[in-house]
């Protein structure tokens, strides 16, 4: 069987309990799924190179991943000699919708059986290539096991009745076992025009207070970092059943470890629904174990355009949102999307986009061009030339790769929590309070843990920091309550909340909007986090962050993506101490002068012996 998330797909080291950094995006790989005990077939798993990714679609991976694990089947990386594939889609853009079809002729070419599950048969079920394909919607990834054991079978089963929402009980593979993808709700309450996702998911529908309490009670107890909640709109939270967003965070923050051990990242948001909880939202932001960080998707910087997009803000409101952040928050940093060359946005409508990025100077700002999806009202407006389309998104994207948003953090002192690996097979990757990515030299026995670290030096895309001997934190070693550490980190300065031109982030974060980020020059195509030109996607994502790859170095160029397949999945890593800098200087000068020394007494003694005449 071939598993296979076009947006973000989980590989091996997923299952093992590693895997890339998140938010990065990965090349080309392939793997395959074996079972654990003796069965009649085999299933494998195979992986495209994805785009922004997309947390809704990540998480139904690790849950299907779990249960098939579960249920005996383990992954390798020989998907030729799999039994099965199973592609997971997701139906934000037409590019992650033709990786499925060229996936999907893959297989057939093949001759696999399939299964496709996720937004694309949801929400486009009479599609032409999923003719005579097994497909299981997003609402019934609980019962994968019996759609991949009928399909061995040759049976076509199709499963896309909606029902209740999917337990958040079932098992469950995570991708880095150091973070926690936690969906809080299905659906939205928008009916954006370019939208197709609202086809595939559906209207709002969250899950209770209670059960994700109890879910983040059980994942900070395995030993969970990072708690990413995730919905195509966080906001949204909770109006279906009579609750809001400021009651659910307030409850899992209830929950945290005082000793700050396990952090709270909170998914994208709209305007429109946070608009009236800014104030309770923030005082959660400054909470010491959530980091201050949000992705508000702006789109548009012209009301005109907004309107046509169907999004339900203004563009002063979304300011307001920005504003208010910004203000109550110390080191808020603020992640948007940008969608260039919507039907009808005009020279105008554009200028305005370029002079609110200039004003705010998003550390991660997620440029896309705009994708007509079919059945959406926007494909059927009249669209901007395409040769004009690509100018404006260059255009923009100069404009944010101007912006210097780690100036002046050289020298600081600062928190952060490390979870991840980063591509260079050097470095391991840390965020700060306000989810700026921090990247330093240390021990894989690191992971896990929190540390202070002085910022030693700042590029575009990331910055570089050491470790400050004792600051180390594994385990909880100071009990404070909850309001204490509330108390010590409330906002006293009107300085310190400087908005996001001043502090940025260096990764970017998941995206659940529709927006694929452009790479800068130094980062790498995987997806963890990455500011855009980096930015959310991580999207999405963006810096040099992935993992340590030891068996073949993974590079990020497209052209080498077709070397790296099955190479970017083996990850057999010993952790290393590396030596200072001054030491190997040293040593270096201690063994040159050593060979000059030698060499001197060599010519010397072949004068002396030499006889005179």
């Known amino acids: 069987m071939e598993m296979e998330d076009i947006e973000d797909v989980l590989g091996p080291a997923g299952i093992a309990g590693g895997g890339a950094a998140p938010g990065l ?70 590019p992650s919708q033709s990786a499925m079809t060229t996936l999907i002729s893959k297989c057939k070419s093949a001759n696999k059986p399939l299964v496709v599950a996720g937004c694309v048969p949801q929400g ?138 396990t952090m709270l990242r909170i998914g994208m948001t709209n305007p429109p629904f946070i608009l009236e909880h ?26 005109a355009v907004l309107t046509a997009m169907n999004r339900e803000y203004t563009v002063s409101e979304f300011r307001r949102v920005v504003d208010t952040l910004c203000e109550l928050v110390p080191g808020m940093q603020i992640a948007t999307d940008i969608i260039c060359g919507f039907p009808g946005e005009t020279d105008e409508d554009f200028s305005q986009t370029v002079n609110l990025v200039k004003q705010y100077q998003f550390p991660q700002v997620h440029i896309s061009q705009f994708y007509p999806r079919p059945g959406t009202p926007a494909a059927r407006m009249k669209k901007v030339p395409s040769v004009e389309v690509k100018k404006r998104s260059r255009e923009l994207t100069s404009v944010f790769e101007s912006f210097s948003p780690y100036q002046g953090m050289e020298g600081k002192v600062e928190r952060i929590w490390i979870t991840e690996i980063a591509t260079d097979g050097v470095h391991l990757v840390g965020h700060t309070k306000g989810y700026i990515q921090v990247l330093v030299i240390a021990p894989d026995s690191m992971l896990g843990t929190s540390a ?58 998941c995206s659940d909007a529709a927006q694929q980020c452009n790479p800068g020059p130094e980062r ?8 855009c030109g980096d930015a959310t996607h991580q999207e999405a994502v963006q810096s040099k962050l992935v993992r340590r790859n030891v068996e073949g170095a993974v590079k990020s160029s497209e052209s080498d993506t077709a070397k790296q397949v099955g190479e970017i999945q083996r990850l057999n890593v010993a952790a290393r101490r590396f030596p200072d800098v001054d030491t190997i200087l040293w040593g270096g000068l201690a063994v040159s002068f050593a060979t000059t020394v030698t060499l001197i007494a060599l010519l010397a003694y072949k004068i002396s012996s030499t006889p005179s005449y």
Request: proline share 5%; aromatic share 4%.
């Open 25 to 94: 995006r990965l090349p080309l790989a392939a793997v395959a799924l074996k079972p654990k005990r003796p069965r009649s077939s085999r299933v494998a798993q195979t992986r495209p190179q994805p785009e922004a990714r997309i947390p809704g679609t990540q998480s139904d991976s690790e849950y299907m991943s779990g249960q098939l694990s579960a249920f005996g089947y383990a992954i390798t990386e020989e998907p030729e000699g799999a039994d099965l594939w199973l592609i997971n889609t997701c139906t934000v853009k037409n």
């Open 124 to 261: 486009s079920r009479d599609l032409k290539e999923l003719e005579g394909i097994s497909v299981i919607g997003v609402q019934q990834i609980d019962r994968v096991v019996e759609v991949v054991e009928e399909t061995l079978k040759g049976h076509e089963v199709r499963l896309l009745s909606r029902k209740t929402l999917p337990s958040l009980d079932l098992p469950k593979v995570r991708k880095n076992k150091f973070i926690e993808i936690l969906p809080i709700n299905v659906g939205c309450l928008g009916a954006c025009t370019y939208c197709k996702t609202k086809h595939a998911r559906g209207h709002l529908g969250s899950y209770t207070i209670e059960s994700l309490v109890d879910r983040v009670k059980i994942v900070v107890s395995e030993g969970v970092r990072e708690i990413w909640l995730s919905s195509e709109d966080t906001g949204a939270y909770g109006r279906d059943i009579g609750t809001n967003l400021p009651n659910l965070l307030n409850g899992i923050v209830a929950e945290l470890p005082a000793d700050r051990s």
């Open 278 to 303: 800014l104030k309770e939202i923030a005082s959660v932001l400054c909470h010491p174990c959530v980091y201050s960080f949000l992705h508000v998707p702006v789109q548009s910087g012209s009301d």
């Open 452 to 509: 202070d670290v002085k910022i030693t030096s700042v590029g575009r895309w990331s910055v570089f920091g050491e470790v400050i001997e004792g600051s180390v934190v594994a385990k909880e070693t100071q009990k404070h309550n909850h309001s204490e550490l509330q108390e010590e980190y409330r906002p006293s300065q009107v300085e310190e909340a400087t908005c996001c031109g001043t502090d940025s982030f260096g990764a970017c974060t």
């Open 524 to 531: 790498s195509e995987n997806s963890t986090p990455q500011s």
